[in-house]
């Protein structure tokens, strides 16, 4: 049986989406000082120049963009000579608000880039990892991506999305030398809710709808300054998960982090269904 040798460390490119900010910038930089060959995307122009301005090799991404995926992925298999060790899926956003509430339009938009754009880009990835005998593949999940709550629906379902087909690449994989590993953080210190907001201005009908006095309670908490729960960790909790799913010789399928997610993985296997409802209704 052949065996496959992942290259040293020096020489171990890796691409990254969603590098504006929080966990894709946390990550960019943390395996470029850990002496990863590091490639930082974003959609907006001012970013890249901002990543570029900071040291990182960084080029626009934009997941919603067939052509700029492949654009990007292009720019990035030139500069590495054809080869690619590692994906990070990471860029996307949040929507929020009810179900009933929610367009179908918002609802497109939040598959195009949580789950059509990171399926887009993984399937140009995986011929180069094929072609060259190894790669990690490593996907940012969420405790919504098999906890659903109320008012994330959008968010649920793409995530809910991502874990399927990510279980199922890792089985048509097996063998393979790729490795495709989750990663599901629980809140963690960002600007996704500040983005969510404006994605949920943008779509949500909040004065006529049925749920009016939640997301007015919910949108007044998020704004003030001490919304944040004493269980929310920095990006660098998502970080050393991300080494160690690069790094190890064994990868694990599911990487957890921060408490509520641990605790929900948890309570999911052991409760019935209408006390785990119940419990997950009463998050707002």
């Known amino acids: 049986m052949e065996v496959h040798k992942s290259p040293s460390i020096d020489k171990r490119a890796v691409l990254i989406t969603g590098c504006s900010s929080g966990i894709g910038l946390a990550a960019a930089n943390t395996l470029h000082s850990r002496g990863f060959q590091v490639y930082a995307t974003a959609r907006k122009p001012p970013d890249v120049e901002k990543l570029r301005q900071s040291g990182l090799q960084s080029m626009l991404l934009d997941l919603t963009d067939p052509l700029s995926i492949e654009n990007a992925l292009?720019?990035?298999?030139?500069?590495?000579?054809?080869?690619?060790?590692?994906?990070?899926?990471?860029?996307?956003?949040?929507?929020?608000?009810?179900?009933?509430?929610?367009?179908?339009?918002?609802?497109?938009?939040?598959?195009?880039?949580?789950?059509?754009?990171?399926h887009e880009l993984t399937r140009r990835v995986i011929p180069v990892m094929r072609a060259q005998g190894y790669g990690r593949i490593v996907q940012n999940s969420s405790v919504l991506g098999f906890a659903?709550?109320?008012?994330r629906g959008a968010y649920n379902a793409a995530k809910f999305a991502i874990e399927g087909l990510s279980d199922t690449l890792r089985l048509e994989l097996r063998g393979s030398n790729i490795h495709v590993s989750i990663i599901q953080p629980g809140p963690i210190r960002s600007k996704f809710r500040e983005n969510g907001?404006?994605?949920?201005?943008?779509?949500?009908?909040?004065?006529?709808?049925?749920?009016?006095?939640?997301?007015?309670?919910?949108?007044?908490?998020?704004?003030?300054?001490?919304?944040?729960s004493k269980f929310t960790l920095g990006p660098d909790a998502v970080v050393d998960k991300l080494l160690h799913a690069l790094q190890h010789h064994s990868p694990r399928a599911r990487y957890r982090v921060t408490t509520p997610t641990i605790a929900f993985a948890i309570a999911k296997r052991i409760l019935p269904v209408s006390l785990l409802d119940r419990i997950l209704a009463a998050i707002h």
Do not use: C
């Open 197 to 228: 907001q404006a994605r949920f201005h943008r779509h949500i009908n909040a004065a006529d709808s049925v749920h009016a006095s939640h997301y007015e309670h919910t949108l007044a908490r998020l704004n003030s300054a001490g919304d944040a």
């Open 148 to 151: 659903a709550m109320p008012y």
């Open 74 to 118: 292009a720019e990035v298999l030139h500069a590495t000579n054809g080869k690619l060790y590692g994906l990070f899926n990471n860029g996307g956003f949040g929507q929020g608000g009810a179900v009933e509430d929610l367009p179908t339009a918002a609802l497109r938009e939040q598959f195009e880039t949580l789950v059509f754009g990171w």
